[in-house]
Nanobody, 114 residues
Framework: QVQLVESGGGLVQPGGSLRLSCASS????????MGWYRQAPGKQRELVAY???????TYADSVKGRFTISRDNANKTVNLQMNSLKPEDTAVYYC????????WGQGTQVTVSS
């Protein structure tokens, strides 16, 4: 079974930083594209960042320059470094294995508030 486990979420003040990690198992990590998505209450789940098996990255306009996605094939993890956090970044963040079928982690809560 594909397993994806996110960690690193929490409560931070505006301007703060968090680093999310997604540990994976049950598939060949190195040949799969991976992504981070987020969903706020009452909103659709949206792409935050995406990284192909070859390391090509894509970011939502709202996070460009603030967030960085990376992957560690040796440890089978994908990370999301989030800097200069804003209240509008508040959401549940999900890790995606973009294979067949698509597989999601359980999500981790990120709250940005004073």
């Amino acid at each position: 079974q594909v397993q994806l486990v996110e960690s690193g979420g929490g409560l931070v003040q505006p301007g703060g930083s968090l680093r999310l990690s997604c540990a994976s198992s049950g598939f060949i990590f190195s040949i799969n594209a991976m992504g981070w998505y987020r969903q706020a209450p009452g909103k659709q789940r949206e792409l935050v960042a995406y990284i192909t098996s070859g390391g090509i990255t894509t970011y939502a306009d709202s996070v460009k320059g603030r967030f960085t996605i990376s992957r560690d094939n040796a440890n089978k993890t994908v990370n999301l470094q989030m800097n200069s956090l804003k209240p509008e970044d508040t959401a549940v963040y999900y890790c995606l294995r973009d294979g067949f079928p698509r597989s999601w982690g359980q999500g981790t809560q990120v709250t940005v508030s004073s």
